[in-house]
């Protein structure tokens, strides 16, 4: 088919409507692949005209922040101007969040950002749970007829071609499922030259879509997603999981600071190997970890098949750490298996679904030479997430194959909660991690390792992330394989159930321990007699500081490693009105929010952060209070 252009996104919701009707299923990636303005022109018109039936299918969809009070207004709203000066925000997120989404629409998402829609009832029961795999089966289930995506273009040999850069990942899958519908269906671009152009698979002729709207005037740069700091606690688990990563293997990692810790430790293993090494003696790994992994240099270097191809791992790709190619050709595969440097030309070094990341990521990827940018394959979920197709391919491609992912909380037999709370409020969503678990079960060298730091604090409470039980779990125990805290590593594959529970105890914070062994052992999974051994009866904070102080003071620790579109100045407001926070949220907090707000004085980081407020020269009483507060802040 020719697809038909428009400069307008009215004129293109006309045809659409032309074409469709005014029943809409609409599927669009999750992410940064969505058309922002051909969205909010289409939501507009369903909200306008009742008649009109919308279903949006996605996921992550995201919008700058929002203050929830005056003063965390006065924080975001020059962030927002400085971070994301162009972005169109999506009119429907705004709704959602709000409550205003008018009867004749659903937005139905099957991922989440962390904590976006707890206690958000249309939300909530508009929430799929569905493994990334399936999601394309699953909005064609739903009657999907309409596929909505952001692409990139460029001119080749004078013909336009267009990427489907940031997300090809449900749309390579669900495309030909639509091309076999029996009712009228459109595919929909909208063109960003601000998204990189990405090949390979990536790359499209223009008449896979029925209509396109192609206006500069409508280009924007992708969202920013800023890194969070690593705590020392993040820097532990991330040097253990490092640990267990093969050279000459395959890899997978998660977003957040858990992932970051994760990547950047395996660049100081490449980069300061000494050093590396005393990072690991300092807590106390030993050589449990070489049998899974290793703690050399990488001869070989790694492959990288992950659903995201996040900041961190595009970095290791940078820093040529991650090199190993693979091939789609069996012979090509067999003959460089193993072969530190390989001659074969062509073939891929990274795998991805979709990306996205921080503003200089995308600059960066805009910016690669042709023969880099050749080694990285944006594709379909389907093959990157699962190896039902050319098995004995893909297992010689996913050699050592380690998936790294973060859960908030695991059992001490071993199933794994990441995604919702024990009321059945949506966290996030289940997203790859199961696909990446049962993968890998069934890759011979394959291992699953999921990561979570051992206790969060909720006010004065501690609560333990390692649990005798939970009324919910992502990952069945009869899955478990590698679990990481702080603490340790836990491996349970084969295990029995007593060995599950004293491994779990072992990488749990010490102060939690006696409740838990008490609970397996009521059970009967843990004889009465059983003591946990001396080496894991001080899990505890201060020993996880004490043993990287000396990494994190030196900056080879540093807790952004790679960089944030946060300055630090904004940072560390961030960090004081979050104590201010907390503090308010307690009676002993809130007495010591009085004795601070009382001193006038101010340091010279409290200054600078009144400025960025606008509230240095408070013009009124409210805004002279509001000055106390910042003030107050800085005191905690």
């Not at 079960?441 to 999921?450: F, N």
């Not at 004065?460 to 919910?472: A, T």
């Not at 994190?552 to 961030?574: I, M, V």
Request: charged letters at 20%.
């Amino acid at each position: 088919m020719t697809a038909r252009r428009f400069n307008d996104c009215e004129a293109c919701v006309d045809a659409i409507l032309q074409k469709l009707g005014k029943r809409i299923v609409l599927g669009t990636p999750l992410g940064i692949g969505k058309p922002n303005a051909l969205l909010n022109a289409l939501y507009r018109r369903a909200k306008a005209d009742a008649s009109i039936s919308l279903d949006i299918i996605t996921a992550l969809s995201l919008n700058p922040p929002l203050g929830k009070s005056e003063l965390e207004e006065r924080v975001l709203k020059p962030i927002r101007a400085r971070v994301w000066p162009d972005y169109p925000r999506l009119e429907y997120l705004d709704d959602v969040v709000a409550r205003k989404v008018p009867a004749n629409i659903r937005v139905i998402e099957f991922y989440v950002q962390s904590g976006a829609i707890l206690h958000n009832a249309s939300a909530q029961q508009n929430y799929i749970s569905s493994n990334y795999t399936h999601v394309a089966r699953d909005m064609l289930s739903r009657g999907v007829n309409l596929l909505l995506q952001a692409v990139s273009a460029r001119d080749e040999d004078g013909v336009q071609r267009l990427s489907l850069s940031c997300n090809p990942d449900v749309t390579l899958q669900l495309e030909p499922m639509m091309q076999q519908l029996d009712y009228p269906w459109a595919a929909v671009a909208q063109i960003n030259r601000d998204l990189p152009w990405m090949g390979n698979h990536a790359a499209i002729d223009a008449d896979k879509f029925h209509f396109i709207v192609d206006n500069p005037a409508l280009d924007h740069q992708p969202f920013a997603v800023p890194h969070n700091p690593v705590a020392a606690a993040d820097w532990a688990i991330g040097l253990h999981a490092s640990a267990l990563v093969r050279d000459g293997g395959t890899l997978q990692v998660g977003i957040g600071a858990l992932g970051d810790a994760v990547c950047h430790a395996l660049r100081v293993r490449e980069r300061d190997n000494a050093s590396y090494r005393q990072m690991l003696s300092a807590l106390g790994v030993g050589a449990h970890s070489d049998g899974i992994g290793g703690r050399d240099r990488f001869a070989i270097g790694l492959y990288v098949a992950s659903e995201l191809l996040s900041n961190p791992l595009f970095a290791l790709f940078e820093d040529g750490i991650v090199r190993r190619r693979v091939y789609e050709d069996i012979e090509a595969q067999r003959r460089v298996d193993g072969v530190a440097h390989a001659d074969e030309p062509g073939g891929a070094a990274m795998h991805g679904a979709f990306f996205i990341g921080p503003g200089d990521f995308y600059q960066r990827l805009r910016a690669l030479p042709e023969d880099q940018r050749a080694l990285i394959d944006m594709t379909s979920v389907a093959e990157v997430n699962r190896i039902y197709t050319h098995y004995e391919l893909e297992r010689l491609q996913r050699r050592h194959a380690r998936f790294i992912n973060i859960c908030m909380k695991a059992t001490l037999l071993g199933a794994a909660i990441s995604d919702q709370l024990g009321d059945g409020q949506i966290v996030s969503g289940v997203g790859g991690q199961h696909d990446f678990v049962a993968m890998a079960h069934q890759l011979p060298e394959g291992r699953s390792i999921l990561a979570f730091r051992a206790t969060r604090s909720t006010g004065r409470k501690l609560e333990s992330n390692v649990v005798w039980e939970f009324p919910h779990a992502t990952i069945a125990r009869h899955e478990r394989d590698l679990f990481v805290t702080e603490y340790g590593i836990a491996d349970l594959r084969g295990r029995t159930d007593r060995e599950c529970c004293a491994a779990m105890l072992a990488i749990a914070d010490s102060r939690c321990q006696p409740a838990l062994l008490a609970a397996a052992q009521q059970a009967g999974k843990l004889p009465q007699e059983y003591r946990i051994p001396a080496a894991h009866c001080d899990n505890l904070p201060h020993k996880i500081t004490q043993a990287l102080q000396p990494h994190l003071a030196s900056g080879a620790l540093p807790k952004l490693p790679f960089g944030s579109d946060l300055n630090t100045a904004e940072l560390a407001l961030a960090e004081r009105l979050g104590k201010l926070k907390a503090a308010a949220a307690s009676t002993g907090g809130k007495l010591r929010l009085l004795r601070a707000f009382a001193v006038p004085a101010s340091a010279e980081e409290a200054r600078a952060a009144l400025t960025h407020m606008q509230l240095d020269q408070p013009g009124n009483l409210r805004e002279r209070l509001l000055a106390r507060l910042v003030r107050a802040a800085y005191r905690l």
